[in-house]
């Protein structure tokens, strides 16, 4: 029996003509299964159910390559001073007593049902989640993504998965320089579970869930280790996301431990290469290292937001794409939102350059879409035609924020945010009609990582020096009237009875 075809109609429809998006006033796509089967106007066959979204934009799903998977603890560093002394590093004396979980194996998994609720609600279709590794013992396991990737297929998000792994971890001495602890062996172990991961669930629930090789970054792995996630991704044509070129004492560090820059240690390593996922390349050495990613194909992952944050950027998009590198884009960071990652990234390359010229719009969009699909060597994702997975998302172009409408997606860019999607359908099946993405009742989900957010604020004391009381490592915008407050620094952290 073949599988029901639905119609969709909006006022606007992305469409995509085997070379580029391109734009349908008032289009039409039918899907069939898990599959687009038309995009235009006018279908001429049989259609089982219309649905006509009236004024918005229906495009192709929004890929998210360092997708946030966390509750992310940004919030906490903002305007809080040097990170290093409230417990988001690792201190000597911690790493003495044993590094544990800060949360349970249920809050884990939790926390990814959360942030994909998140990435579904703002857009997001295909996501390879990203968590922080200061808060675990470790690494992440087998057994937590083998429950996650159960999450993933229940909300129905296409994601690119696997358990984080790494060798070593820096940490902070009590003279605040920072040192390197190491340990081969659970590398490896860690590799060995990716490994047994990616087996067991590659192209799982339908081909829904995929897997991915995900090393920590690039000073936190041994040269065998990275030597075996190399072979080992030749061998399984897996994809390998690893994060570099984001910090000046990165770089410092492999060039004082490896005797290269990144990139070039990456290229020595035959890392570099069309399977390679990069974030975030915004401490390069020169043309050359521009070379190096243009010649091997090598996709680098954009995430403009969490970098301006801390006064840091890509210098600059339009040059790196003038050099024939691919983009994908990545939200990396609270909120899960790319349509501002694409606002503030043009806006932020512009300045960069010194002008309008180099970077538009849809060179942002198409990152967005087109350059996540390159990525990921999937040309069934990130448009709209015959053939392609029917990963759709509908932008609302109702909102009075949005001013009055020219052209769909630039007043999306200029002032739109990722809850202006309004529907969201991922490898054909509705995932999210009307805000609401189905089976997921926000209220409770928002409390549940409202009380895991406490547990993770608490953890930042056993991290740090001293182990001072965690109530005075954070301090809010504003200081607080009262002293019953001033003891608490989130007005909403727990009920009043919670120490």
Same mark, same amino acid.
């Given at each position: 029996?073949?599988?029901?075809?639905?119609?969709?109609?909006?006022?606007?429809?992305?469409?995509?003509?085997?070379?580029? =998006?391109?734009?349908?006033?008032?289009?039409?796509?039918?899907?069939?299964?898990?599959?687009?089967?038309?995009?235009?106007?006018?279908?001429?066959?049989?259609?089982?159910?219309?649905?006509?979204?009236?004024?918005?934009?229906?495009?192709?799903?929004?890929?998210?390559?360092?997708? #946030?998977?966390?509750?992310?603890?940004?919030?906490?560093?903002?305007?809080?001073?040097?990170?290093?002394?409230?417990?988001?590093?690792?201190?000597?004396?911690?790493?003495?007593?044993?590094?544990?979980?800060?949360?349970?194996?249920?809050?884990?998994?939790?926390?990814?049902?959360?942030?994909?609720?998140? #990435?579904?609600?703002?857009?997001?279709?295909?996501?390879?989640?990203?968590?922080?590794?200061?808060?675990?013992?470790?690494?992440?396991?087998?057994?937590?993504?083998?429950?996650?990737?159960?999450?993933?297929?229940?909300?129905?998000?296409?994601?690119?998965?696997?358990?984080?792994?790494?060798?070593?971890?820096?940490?902070?001495?009590?003279?605040?320089?920072?040192?390197?602890?190491?340990?081969?062996?659970?590398?490896?172990?860690?590799?060995?579970?990716?490994?047994?991961?990616?087996?067991?669930?590659?192209?799982?629930?339908?081909?829904?869930?995929?897997?991915?090789?995900?090393?920590?970054?690039?000073?936190?792995?041994?040269?065998?280790?990275?030597?075996?996630?190399?072979?080992?991704?030749?061998?399984?044509?897996?994809?390998?996301?690893?994060?570099?070129?984001?910090?000046?004492?990165?770089?410092?560090?492999?060039?004082?431990?490896?005797?290269?820059?990144?990139?070039?240690?990456?290229?020595?390593?035959?890392?570099?290469?069309?399977?390679?996922?990069?974030?975030?390349?915004?401490?390069?050495?020169?043309?050359?290292?521009?070379?190096?990613?243009?010649?091997?194909?090598?996709?680098?992952?954009?995430?403009?937001?969490?970098?301006?944050?801390?006064?840091?950027?890509?210098?600059?998009?339009?040059?790196?794409?003038?050099?024939?590198?691919?983009?994908?884009?990545?939200?990396?960071?609270?909120?899960?939102?790319?349509?501002?990652?694409?606002?503030?990234?043009?806006?932020?390359?512009?300045?960069?350059?010194?002008?309008?010229?180099?970077?538009?719009?849809?060179?942002?969009?198409?990152?967005?879409?087109?350059?996540?699909?390159?990525?990921?060597?999937?040309?069934?994702?990130?448009?709209?035609?015959?053939?392609?997975?029917?990963?759709?998302?509908?932008?609302?172009?109702?909102?009075?924020?949005?001013?009055?409408?020219?052209?769909?997606?630039?007043?999306?860019?200029?002032?739109?945010?990722?809850?202006?999607?309004?529907?969201?359908?991922?490898?054909?099946?509705?995932?999210?009609?009307?805000?609401?993405?189905?089976?997921?009742?926000?209220?409770?989900?928002?409390?549940?990582?409202?009380?895991?957010?406490?547990?993770?604020?608490?953890?930042?004391?056993?991290?740090?020096?001293? =182990?001072?009381?965690?109530?005075?490592?954070?301090?809010?915008?504003?200081?607080?009237?009262?002293?019953?407050?001033a003891e608490r620094p989130l007005c909403a952290l727990a009920s009043p009875t919670e120490?």
């Open positions: 029996m073949s599988a029901p075809r639905i119609g969709l109609k909006a006022g606007c429809v992305v469409g995509f003509d085997g070379q580029r =998006h391109v734009l349908w006033r008032d289009g039409e796509v039918v899907i069939e299964g898990s599959r687009v089967l038309f995009v235009g106007r006018g279908f001429p066959g049989p259609v089982d159910q219309w649905i006509d979204y009236g004024n918005a934009l229906l495009g192709p799903g929004l890929i998210d390559l360092d997708a #946030l998977g966390d509750l992310d603890s940004t919030v906490l560093c903002l305007d809080n001073g040097d990170e290093r002394a409230m417990g988001r590093m690792w201190s000597a004396e911690y790493l003495a007593r044993g590094p544990k979980e800060s949360y349970s194996f249920e809050e884990e998994v939790f926390k990814y049902r959360y942030a994909f609720t998140q #990435l579904i609600r703002n857009g997001i279709t295909t996501a390879m989640p990203i968590t922080s590794m200061y808060y675990r013992e470790w690494a992440e396991t087998y057994e937590e993504f083998a429950a996650v990737a159960g999450v993933a297929a229940e909300l129905g998000l296409r994601t690119y998965l696997g358990p984080c792994y790494m060798s070593g971890m820096q940490y902070l001495r009590a003279d605040g320089s920072l040192d390197e602890y190491w340990d081969e062996a659970r590398g490896l172990a860690g590799l060995e579970a990716a490994e047994r991961f990616f087996r067991d669930f590659d192209g799982s629930h339908g081909g829904l869930i995929r897997g991915a090789l995900l090393p920590d970054r690039i000073q936190t792995c041994t040269p065998a280790l990275l030597q075996r996630t190399a072979a080992l991704s030749r061998e399984l044509a897996a994809p390998v996301r690893l994060h570099c070129c984001q910090g000046l004492g990165e770089v410092a560090l492999v060039k004082q431990l490896r005797g290269q820059a990144p990139l070039a240690w990456l290229e020595h390593l035959d890392l570099l290469g069309p399977r390679a996922v990069l974030p975030h390349g915004i401490y390069i050495d020169g043309d050359d290292d521009l070379a190096r990613l243009a010649d091997s194909g090598s996709s680098l992952v954009h995430c403009p937001v969490v970098f301006a944050r801390d006064g840091e950027a890509l210098d600059a998009f339009g040059r790196y794409r003038a050099q024939g590198i691919n983009f994908a884009l990545g939200t990396d960071t609270w909120p899960a939102d790319l349509l501002d990652n694409m606002r503030q990234g043009l806006n932020i390359a512009r300045i960069k350059a010194g002008g309008n010229s180099g970077t538009s719009a849809l060179d942002f969009y198409n990152a967005a879409t087109l350059g996540g699909a390159k990525a990921l060597g999937r040309d069934d994702l990130g448009r709209l035609a015959p053939g392609a997975k029917a990963d759709i998302t509908v932008f609302s172009l109702d909102g009075l924020h949005l001013g009055p409408l020219f052209d769909p997606l630039k007043n999306l860019i200029l002032a739109g945010r990722g809850d202006d999607c309004v529907a969201s359908w991922i490898d054909g099946r509705c995932v999210m009609q009307d805000g609401q993405v189905k089976g997921v009742d926000y209220p409770a989900l928002q409390q549940q990582a409202q009380r895991q957010f406490h547990r993770l604020m608490q953890s930042h004391a056993d991290r740090a020096f001293g =182990h001072p009381d965690w109530r005075g490592l954070f301090q809010p915008a504003i200081p607080f009237a009262d002293a019953w407050s120490k």
